[in-house]
């Protein structure tokens, strides 16, 4: 009994941290399915059309491991760039926490503040700085970042978390839980030098999204 507390206590917290939930009345568009905490997108501080390509999360200069992510983004053929594309990323602290300062409102309540937002450039680039999360506390749940993403004319919808290949906790049975939604999340980092890594992701729209047209 005294192991059961302590499980439910970290089943809740994934349950209402991660975005796959089954929520069906969050998401108010067509594309994507549901989507809890998806309308998050539309918090940024900066309009969308002031949004740059390339952004430095607010954890970027505290201690922990430096981590650079950038890509392209790609219209549904795979191969032709998509401009103006807006892409939302939380993620925990390094304890696995989605940490906040207390005077958050809305969905910053959960997602805490190590979140930020891009727009692709005429290239479908875009690129952010972070510090390179944790797994949940007492958890086996692979590290991760969670993107939401919010193409012109269409919907906002989430695609497979930025998860680490070299994560212990990815295993075989995770990665089968990844369907590849915008292509394959899976990161391999490169040490740039100590303690800084980077990682490339390519996204491709509508790549196993339901109701992508
Ligand atoms: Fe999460």
């Known amino acids: 009994m005294k192991l059961l507390l302590p499980l439910a206590v970290i089943l809740l917290f994934a349950s209402i941290s991660c975005a796959q939930t089954n929520d069906a009345n969050r998401n108010k568009g067509t594309i994507g399915g549901p989507c809890e905490g998806c309308e998050a997108i539309y918090e940024s501080p900066t309009p969308f059309e002031k949004l740059d390509w ?43 926490i989605y940490p906040t300062k207390g005077d958050e409102k809305d969905w910053a309540k959960r997602h805490g503040y190590i979140r930020g937002w891009m727009k692709t450039n005429e290239k479908g680039e875009y690129k952010f700085m972070t510090l390179r999360p944790g797994s949940y506390p007492n958890s086996k749940i692979p590290a991760h970042i969670h993107v939401f993403i919010k193409e012109p004319g269409k919907n906002e919808y989430w695609i497979d978390e930025f998860v680490f290949n070299d994560d212990p906790f990815l295993t075989t049975a995770e990665r089968a839980n990844h369907k590849g939604r915008g292509g394959v999340g899976v990161l391999k980092t490169i040490e740039v030098e100590k303690d800084f890594q980077k990682a490339t992701r390519d996204i491709i729209l509508g790549k196993e999204i339901p109701g992508y047209r």
Do not use: E, R, S
């Open 54 to 96: 390339f952004v430095k999360l607010p954890d970027w200069g505290g201690k922990g491991i430096k981590l650079g992510i950038n890509g392209i983004v790609y219209k549904a053929d795979g191969k032709t760039p998509a401009a103006n594309v807006i892409i939302y990323v939380y993620h925990t602290n390094q304890q696995g």
